[in-house]
């Protein structure tokens, strides 16, 4: 029988700032496998939604659930055991050591040595950087540091990555490259996306969550929310000439 529980659920979630509510009342739904895309305009609620599924926020409303397990009150760490791997925007990585190395870091928190060399391998196949391994990470292209990061999340085998705008800074290759490398983990973990980049969200968006004001404006698959006449206003009135619908 298929466990048709969410495996992130939010419920009248909420978080205010002094006299500013940066989110409200958002009811949210991940199904397990599922890739979800969070679009909006600068200010909208959504990377501050996304460090309230990471913990990084304590709501002021509503509650959070990961897997089942209710977060309020959990640190970060205590969030990533649950199976939630994050990304952000500047990589975290070790400059001084090779991509294999950090990737191995990564895959020997929970594992024993041999099971960590398997990882390793595995994850070096996947983001294509085998011919790399050796190489120090400061000495990568931008593209590249990104692919490890993301390497090193996999690397942990979470059951949820959350990626803050995956793209960023990249070239028009090495966005369709991360466009195939996220469609390829998709088919391992659930992934949220937080993306402003309208093209790379096309690439790999099934079902879009657009955010405005701090609440859900709307929710559907891409074809409906790209062509919706709410979105269309919402952006062109905050980002007039930044983005092509």
Known sequence: MTNAAPLVETKDLGIQFGGLKAVQGVDFSLAQGELRCLIGPNGAGKTTFFRLLTGVHRPSAGSVAIDGVPIRGLQTHQIADLGVGIKTQIPSLFDNLS???????????????AQADRITDE???TIRLRAES???VAKLSHGQRQWVELGVVIAGRPKLILLDEPAAGMTGRE???TAELIREINGRCAIIVVEHDMEFIKMIAKTITVFNRGQVLMEDTVDRVLSDQRVKDVYLGKQAGGVTL
């Open 123 to 125: 994850v070096l196949e």
């Open 134 to 136: 050796l190489t120090e």
């Open 99 to 113: 991509v294999r190395e950090n990737l191995w870091l990564s895959a020997r928190r929970r594992n024993r040595r």
């Open 175 to 177: 966005r369709e490259r």
